[in-house]
């Protein structure tokens, strides 16, 4: 699985930016997807996950209520919508799919989007 991320860049504090990530290969074999961050010094955290199936989502508290995670499986793309953007959103946003083929864990990452945001 290969996994882009896409649109990430510069706003100011309180503004949007929709992140995107485009899956191909074996696709077939993600049970879940999800959104990722690392600001500058810090260890990487989880930012929102879905499930393949229902669409079952889960997020970190500091994002609830601003932050929505989405996917097209049509398209093999997940979404993260970001609003009210805060400079502490700060970080480079990574995309990871996740799945389980028989005995086989498999962990897929993108190569990670940068979103600054300027207070």
């Known amino acids: 699985v290969q996994l882009v991320e896409s649109g990430g860049g510069l706003v100011q504090a309180g503004g949007s930016l929709r992140l995107s990530c485009a899956a191909s290969?074996?696709?077939?074999?993600?049970?879940?997807m999800g959104w990722y961050r690392q600001a500058l010094g810090k260890q990487r955290e989880l930012v929102a996950t879905?499930?393949?199936?229902?669409?079952?989502?889960n997020y970190a508290d500091s994002v609830k209520g601003r932050f929505t995670i989405s996917r097209d499986n049509a398209k093999n793309t997940m979404y993260l919508q970001m609003n009210s953007l805060k400079p502490e959103d700060t970080a480079v946003y990574y995309c990871?799919?996740?799945?389980?083929?028989?005995?086989?864990?498999?962990?897929?990452w993108g190569q990670g989007t940068q979103v600054t945001v300027s207070s």
């Open positions: 990871n799919a996740w799945g389980v083929v028989g005995r086989s864990v498999l962990d897929y």
């Open positions: 290969g074996s696709t077939f074999a993600i049970n879940s």
């Open positions: 879905i499930i393949s199936g229902g669409g079952s989502t």
